[in-house]
């Protein structure tokens, strides 16, 4: 699986109390399925629902999401495309830890898709499938988010796996 390694790599990357503080974003992927056909291919599909818990955060809960969203809007872009997965794909749980910090808990509804192709002499070669990809908003390559003068977050635009 590698979504949830690519989401942990953009949200350090793009959160500064993540930047210093890397260990205090954990991420759990809970509930997992393996869906496959009946048919001859081992082709197959990981469903499960990643938990990320980001510890003691002092921050903005605005920089975190805006980021998140800009990574599924690359790896996982159905989460708002279809009507029934926006109700329920993206959801969260605050825990006001006292008057500074919280911990947050965000529950995202994910898969993966894998084709496996045979090859020749009993190979098979793996891939994990991109994703769809929608029309870009924004062309950047590098964007920031400010709440006035105040940076929240920076990151690269996130890319499809290949």
């Known amino acids: 699986m590698y979504k949830p390694n690519s989401l942990r790599q953009h949200l350090a990357a793009a959160i500064p109390d993540l930047q210093r503080d890397p260990d205090r974003l954990l991420v759990f992927a809970d509930e997992?399925?393996?869906?496959?056909?009946?048919t001859a291919s081992l082709s197959f599909e990981?469903?499960?629902k990643l938990n990320l818990i980001v510890t003691d955060y002092a921050g903005d809960a605005d920089a975190i999401m805006v980021a998140l969203i800009a990574w599924l809007k690359v790896h996982q872009l159905d989460l708002m495309a279809n009507e029934e997965t926006r109700k329920h794909g993206i959801a969260f749980e605050v825990d006001f830890n006292n008057h500074e910090t919280v911990d947050i808990s965000i529950h995202l509804d994910l898969t993966e898709r894998v084709i496996v192709k045979r090859g020749e002499g009993g190979r098979h070669d793996i891939k994990h499938a991109a994703e769809p990809?929608?029309?870009p908003d924004y062309a950047d390559?590098?964007?920031?988010?400010?709440?006035?003068d105040t940076l929240l977050a920076e990151w690269q635009v996130p890319q499809a796996a290949a």
């Open 133 to 135: 990809q929608g029309t």
């Open 32 to 38: 997992g399925n393996v869906v496959a056909s009946a």
């Open 46 to 48: 990981y469903r499960f």
């Open 141 to 148: 390559a590098f964007w920031t988010l400010y709440d006035g």
